[in-house]
């Protein structure tokens, strides 16, 4: 039996069809979370919070920082135009019931270049507990909805062809996650020139000191802009986010 589309999920085809025009290749890697786990467990102990995305965020905002030619976003196909960031924002995507039905959606992380942990757990609190149904932050989704399909497609490739409205809109990089289900890992385009892709934390053996030890591993993928970057200068920001979360995440 077939169905009209359900318009409670038109924003996600209208992203899908904003990033057609990628050009997407894949990285990824394990992330010894040792450090991770005891950072969460210390925070824990203090009455604090910790999500595992929160420290991705934090990590590989220090990575786009030292990476300006990532920290951008593209227009264009012929003559293409690249718009390089002084901030750095991260796009984290929710898993949210809008009108009674499971969509995704995302929040913005923005001013990444000066906020620590703290703060960035706060955001993502926020944003978790906020109603997609009546909260100012989602309001834009509430109006997509609101639209005729073909003018909602309008004001929505309208506001993705601004540049300067990126960091803000879509953020500079993305982070999607999975990893609070068995999935060790995944591979997405999050509509940025850079989106993280994490899994679950899981128990693996690893190699320490020549010896096999168990350890907890998070596996951790990326995904670049094969227009924006090359494939060497996205290999450096995820061997930095990787060293960062196995160095000192807090």
């Known amino acids: 039996m077939s169905a009209p589309f359900d318009d409670r999920r038109r924003h996600t085809l209208f992203f899908l069809d904003q990033i057609r025009d990628f050009s997407p290749v894949f990285l990824d890697t394990e992330v010894d979370a040792t450090a991770l786990v005891a950072d969460r467990a210390a925070a824990k102990a203090r009455g604090e919070r910790r999500s595992v995305v929160s420290y991705i965020v934090h990590a590989a905002a220090k990575a786009l920082a030292a990476h300006p ?79 005729p399909s073909a003018e909602a497609l309008a004001r929505f490739r309208e506001a993705a062809d601004r540049l300067e409205l990126r960091p803000a809109v879509t953020g500079t990089f993305s982070v999607t996650s999975l990893g609070h289900r068995a999935v060790d890992g995944l591979h997405s385009v999050g509509g940025t020139t850079v989106t993280f892709g994490v899994g679950r934390i899981a128990d693996r053996p690893v190699a320490r000191d020549g010896a096999v030890v168990v350890a907890p591993v998070l596996r951790l993928s990326l995904a670049f802009d094969h227009r924006v970057i090359d494939g060497a200068e996205a290999a450096d920001i995820l061997t930095e986010t990787k060293d960062a979360l196995e160095g000192d995440p807090g």
């Open 69 to 147: 030619d990532a920290n951008a976003a593209i227009r264009g196909r012929l003559e293409p135009v690249v718009a390089r960031y002084d901030t750095v924002a991260a796009k984290v995507t929710l898993d949210k019931t809008l009108d009674g039905r499971r969509v995704v959606l995302a929040t913005v992380v923005p001013g990444l270049e000066k906020a620590d942990l703290a703060q960035i757990q706060a955001h993502l609190d926020r944003a978790v507990a906020a109603d997609p149904d009546t909260a100012e932050e989602f309001a834009g989704i509430r109006a997509l909805r609101a639209l």
